[in-house]
């Protein structure tokens, strides 16, 4: 069997809210977004306003070669800048389209009811049954894994400790770690392919002495991609309201202080005020020449 592609293609980098404009038009101004490239599946992290651009691309193609576009899209957490681009993602439209949405259930509340929150009158104008797209949308915790197997076949969900199999040839695994450094929760995934891994955690907060098993999640990764909102001397200046010395998004150093097992670091989530000028600076340093942003 050929090589299968395994490619990911960062569609929004920000955090918080996008900040189009001259000095974000490098790694560009939209939230969150990851279009990764399995074999045969197409796989989204993330639906920030980057999704938006994403959805315009797959919508002309799907009307070039008429192809349904089918994907599974994973979301960390439901915060804005994370979601506020769902609506707006054009193949959700589309008829003949097929959405497998996972994520996480925070604070009691279903993936599939705080999706919906965002997107009904007052605040919205669409309802989202009235979307002509099949979505499937359920909660995984960490005791499952998403299973993507022949191309035409849905995600299969199986339980890490009693449904284990060998991974065969060109099948796609996701496996979820729950992390508490955020507000409600993240997930961290982590997709795999014919032993290749790529690791998707943003908005995880440091622990003092590092946190150990984001670490031990990580093992083995061949790209690892994480937020980088601040830098060590930016001390609390990213400090949330009623969270004293808490900040909402991570600081690098406080949990990888060397470069460790994963091959490559881009750090596609920083705040707004993070500009192009910041990431030329800080990638001179010789001290941080192993961070790599987009
Ligand atoms: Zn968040």
Aim: net charge positive; hydrophobic share 35%; glycine share 10%.
């Amino acid at each position: 069997m050929p090589e299968q592609t395994f490619s990911a293609t960062f569609w929004g980098v920000r955090g918080g809210y996008p900040k189009p404009g001259p000095t974000t038009n490098k790694f560009g101004g939209n939230t969150t977004c990851l279009e990764v490239r399995a074999g045969y599946h197409l796989i989204i992290v993330d639906a920030g306003t980057g999704i938006i651009s994403l959805g315009e691309k797959l919508t002309a193609q799907h009307q070039a070669d008429k192809k349904p576009i089918v994907a599974t899209i994973l979301f960390t957490h439901t915060h804005h800048d994370h979601t506020q681009g769902f609506p707006f993602f054009t193949p959700s439209r589309l008829g003949s389209s097929v959405l497998h949405i996972f994520g996480p259930k925070l604070l009691h509340q279903d993936l599939e009811a705080v999706l919906a929150h965002a997107m009904l009158p007052p605040v919205f104008p669409v309802e989202p049954d009235k979307l002509r797209s099949l979505r499937v949308i359920r909660n995984v915790s960490e005791s499952e894994m998403i299973v993507l197997g022949e191309p035409d076949a849905p995600p299969q969900v199986c339980n890490v400790y009693r449904e284990y199999k060998e991974c065969s040839p060109g099948e796609v695994r996701m496996r979820v770690m729950h992390s508490y450094a955020h507000p409600q929760g993240i997930f961290v995934y982590r997709i795999e392919m014919d032993g290749k891994k790529l690791i998707f955690a943003t908005d995880v907060e440091g622990y003092a002495g590092g946190d150990r098993r984001l670490i031990q999640f990580d093992q083995g990764a061949d790209l690892l991609i994480h937020d980088a909102e601040l830098l060590r001397r930016s001390t609390l200046t990213g400090t949330l309201p009623g969270r004293a010395g808490v900040t909402a998004h991570g600081r690098w150093q406080s949990r990888w202080p060397k470069p460790p097992g994963p091959k490559s670091w881009p750090s596609p989530i920083t705040m707004p005020s993070t500009t192009t000028h910041f990431w030329k600076t800080l990638n001179n340093g010789p001290k941080h020449s192993f961070l790599r942003p987009l």
